[in-house]
């Protein structure tokens, strides 16, 4: 599906599968047109492993074995990696779904209250079965691209459908690169980078499995906290930054009832972005009511992405993969296993388990404001 500004000067195509962003097309001042998202062409996408798609109902690894939810509720999330971690919902996880394109009016977790003026609106749903990938119960998940001519707004809801409790931790893995055409093999070393982190959570060096442990980062190559070209230190990689900011002052992520929920109208009037990047003609600031961002750095982005799209290919070697860096990945979600660890819910002010204590609506939503030099 391609959705359009009012003025025709941001275009967004999403496809179905995987609810996958596979275009963000932003016109410039000298009239050309780029598009800021690496990805292979749309026919490759199947192929493709968490390129630009939706991530659930877990995002990132969670320990594989029996975890007890409530009382009468317990799961075990799917073995991916290793032989005891789980790795982004699971095998045939929300990244291989399809989701399917619907109206407001066909919406359960959407209201009129969400119709933003001067904003293009697409919606999607999909219904994730009891059971799928070890997750307990019948879970709704909606989601909406809101795009006006200097934004893109992104919001993912969902509840469970019957009276059972899951965890819920839901993210975009989606990636930049805002030189991709002007400069072919580009990659994201010479972007600036903003992002109001002073701590990365701590992970088990062989698993990636967090320990429910903060790392300060002030001073060393993961630190963003002023802003900076990526490749002024060395490029780390996959890490998960916690926010410099109260969770208990943004909007709750799990609430009882719709009713509680920041719609979009609000949404659009947030000014306070986490995440800057920036490079050539472009900025996108990020707001989010999530509590931190896995940055990845695309270290492994030259065998993820191994067929570009036409706009993106370089006639010195056509058939060329994307470079190693080549995309800058922001998965905005709470921390790693946050039910898990006390520090992380604490951080997040959120247990990430629908239908048990916070309520059983879910929202976590991005907006990207695009500025044009």
């Known amino acids: 599906m391609q959705i359009t500004s009012p003025n025709n000067r941001i275009?967004?195509?999403?496809?179905?599968?995987?609810?996958?962003?596979?275009?963000?097309?932003?016109?410039?001042?000298?009239?050309?047109?780029?598009?800021?998202?690496?990805?292979?062409?749309?026919?490759?996408?199947?192929?493709?492993?968490?390129?630009?798609?939706?991530?659930?109902?877990?995002?990132?690894?969670?320990?594989?074995?029996?975890?007890?939810?409530?009382?009468?509720?317990?799961?075990?999330?799917?073995?991916?990696?290793?032989?005891?971690?789980?790795?982004?919902?699971?095998?045939?996880?929300?990244?291989?779904?399809?989701?399917?394109?619907?109206?407001?009016?066909?919406?359960?977790?959407?209201?009129?209250?969400?119709?933003?003026?001067?904003?293009?609106?697409?919606?999607?749903?999909?219904?994730?079965?009891?059971?799928?990938?070890?997750?307990?119960?019948?879970?709704?998940?909606?989601?909406?691209?809101?795009?006006?001519?200097?934004?893109?707004?992104?919001?993912?809801?969902?509840?469970?459908?019957?009276?059972?409790?899951?965890?819920?931790?839901?993210?975009?893995?989606?990636?930049?690169?805002?030189?991709?055409?002007?400069?072919?093999?580009?990659?994201?070393?010479?972007?600036?980078?903003?992002?109001?982190?002073?701590?990365?959570?701590?992970t088990d060096p062989a698993t990636k499995l967090a320990t429910g442990k903060s790392v300060a980062i002030q001073g060393t190559p993961f630190d963003f906290s002023t802003q900076r070209k990526i490749g002024d230190r060395e490029i780390v990689q996959d890490h998960y930054y916690l926010f410099d900011r109260n969770a208990r002052g943004i909007d709750r992520t799990i609430a009882h009832s719709l009713q509680d929920v920041k719609p979009a109208t609000e949404i659009a009037q947030t000014h306070q972005p986490q995440l800057t990047l920036e490079s050539g003609d472009v900025a996108l600031r990020f707001h989010t009511n999530q509590s931190g961002v896995m940055f990845y750095a695309g270290g492994k982005f030259d065998k993820s992405a191994a067929h570009r799209k036409p706009c993106h290919v370089d006639d010195k070697d056509r058939d060329a993969a994307y470079p190693r860096h080549g995309s800058a990945f922001f998965e905005f979600h709470h921390p790693l296993a946050t039910f898990l660890h006390d520090e992380y819910a604490a951080h997040a002010n959120t247990s990430t388990i629908l239908n048990k204590d916070e309520g059983n609506v879910y929202q976590n939503w991005a907006k990207i404001d695009v500025v044009v030099k």
């Not at 009468?72 to 399809?98: I, N, Y």
């Not at 006006?148 to 993912?156: K, P």
């Open 11 to 202: 275009t967004l195509q999403v496809l179905e599968f995987g609810l996958t962003v596979h275009s963000l097309q932003i016109n410039l001042s000298n009239g050309e047109t780029i598009d800021v998202i690496p990805a292979p062409d749309v026919e490759d996408h199947q192929k493709s492993k968490f390129l630009h798609t939706i991530i659930g109902r877990y995002t990132n690894r969670l320990p594989v074995g029996n975890h007890q939810i409530d009382s009468s509720t317990s799961f075990t999330p799917q073995l991916v990696e290793g032989d005891s971690v789980s790795l982004h919902g699971g095998v045939d996880a929300f990244d291989k779904k399809l989701f399917a394109p619907i109206k407001l009016e066909q919406a359960q977790l959407y209201a009129e209250n969400d119709r933003l003026p001067n904003h293009s609106m697409a919606l999607f749903n999909y219904v994730s079965s009891s059971g799928e990938n070890g997750y307990p119960g019948t879970m709704l998940v909606e989601a909406a691209f809101f795009l006006s001519d200097h934004s893109l707004i992104l919001t993912h809801r969902a509840k469970m459908l019957d009276e059972v409790a899951c965890p819920i931790n839901l993210t975009q893995h989606w990636g930049f690169n805002l030189t991709a055409d002007q400069v072919k093999s580009s990659t994201i070393a010479d972007h600036d980078l903003y992002l109001n982190a002073r701590s990365i959570a701590e």
